[in-house]
């Protein structure tokens, strides 16, 4: 969860050292970290007066990304996540001229990701597939990159933290990841993303572990806006979903998230992180000011958002 103090500090550094190029090495934090300080470096101004989507008039300094997770996909992205923790808030910049210039993508670079980090970062890569997926921007051009996406994350993500040390396996899921992050810079992202940027800027919790939290419970709302294209997502991940109509093929979806969830490790709900039933209208107000809301299949208000954190308690 890169900080607005961050970005603004490193905005001096490169400044003071008369910098000509942004290299990041590490996860989504410090890669948006890199990209926010070279808005501001372009800019002149605070980082706080992007937020929003296509803010940028200036081009940034050449962007070098190494990533050492596979799950966040900022290395290929045009979005941009920054954590304001004065309003327990973060903000979203969504912008082509953040997709870095160059990313060098290696499994081998992973290889010291501890079970946590690599269960949070691969379920996030799984919810962007899904996501971008029934995105209301979706598209012949997302959609391949989304369903190999979820077919190597969801093939590999449980035997992958149970073999830290095999480069096959991370590799599918390094790949996953990077096919995952093709097709949401494109096709955007939706309510999972939305709620989750607001859970994790009220709590400053893993970006991967909100996404864990929310999932399934988004899932089961927005199916009936898009079944034929979720009834996709299940046959993808092996559910047979022969003589099953809708409802069933919702249920068994929703089962096989929640199998695979607790499968690599993640039991969690809202309330054993401290979240009460007077936080929902705060973090609903700030997920409806999200620009992901706004490609989420199924049209959505404040009221619908409340009620979907609720059973997320």
């Known amino acids: 969860?890169?900080?607005?103090?961050?970005?603004?500090?490193?905005?001096?550094?490169?400044?003071?050292?008369?910098?000509?190029?942004?290299?990041?090495?590490?996860?989504?934090?410090?890669?948006d970290c890199a990209k926010g300080i070279g808005i501001v470096v372009a800019h002149g101004r605070s980082i706080l007066e992007f937020e929003g989507v296509d803010t940028l008039r200036v081009p940034s300094p050449p962007l070098i990304m190494i990533p050492t997770?596979?799950?966040?996909?900022?290395d290929v992205s045009q979005f941009v996540i920054i954590s304001n923790q004065q309003e327990r808030m973060k903000f979203s910049i969504v912008s082509k001229?953040?997709?870095?210039?160059?990313?060098?993508?290696?499994?081998?670079?992973?290889?010291?990701?501890?079970?946590?980090?690599?269960?949070?970062?691969?379920?996030?890569?799984?919810?962007?597939?899904?996501?971008?997926?029934?995105?209301?921007?979706?598209?012949?051009?997302?959609?391949?990159?989304?369903?190999?996406?979820?077919?190597?994350?969801?093939?590999?993500?449980v035997q992958m933290i149970a073999n830290p040390q095999d480069i096959a396996l991370r590799e599918k899921i390094m790949l996953g990841s990077m096919q995952a992050g093709l097709a949401f810079s494109n096709a955007i992202l939706g309510a999972v993303h939305a709620m989750s940027h607001s859970l994790g800027g009220f709590l400053d919790l893993p970006h991967g572990l909100c996404n864990a939290v929310l999932v399934e419970h988004v899932v089961a709302f927005n199916y009936s806006a898009a079944p034929e294209r979720f009834k996709v997502i299940a046959e993808t991940f092996g559910i047979d979903c022969r003589g099953l109509n809708?409802?069933?093929?919702?249920?068994?979806?929703?089962?096989?998230?929640?199998?695979?969830?607790?499968?690599?490790?993640?039991h969690e709900t809202l309330g054993l992180h401290g979240v009460g039933s007077s936080d929902i209208p705060f973090l609903s107000q700030h997920a409806m000011d999200d620009p992901c809301i706004l490609t989420n299949p199924r049209e959505s208000n404040q009221r619908d958002v409340e009620v979907v954190y609720g059973e997320a308690l």
């Open 97 to 157: 001229a953040v997709v870095p210039d160059v990313s060098l993508i290696d499994p081998e670079t992973t290889a010291s990701m501890d079970p946590f980090l690599s269960a949070c970062t691969g379920i996030d890569a799984l919810v962007h597939a899904i996501e971008a997926f029934v995105s209301t921007g979706h598209g012949p051009l997302t959609d391949p990159h989304a369903l190999e996406a979820m077919r190597l994350i969801n093939g590999n993500l």
């Open 69 to 74: 997770t596979a799950g966040t996909s900022a």
């Open 246 to 266: 809708h409802p069933q093929i919702r249920q068994r979806l929703v089962e096989h998230l929640i199998a695979l969830k607790h499968a690599v490790g993640f």
């Open 1 to 31: 969860n890169p900080r607005v103090e961050e970005v603004m500090r490193g905005a001096e550094v490169y400044r003071e050292n008369h910098c000509n190029v942004l290299v990041a090495v590490g996860g989504g934090s410090p890669m």
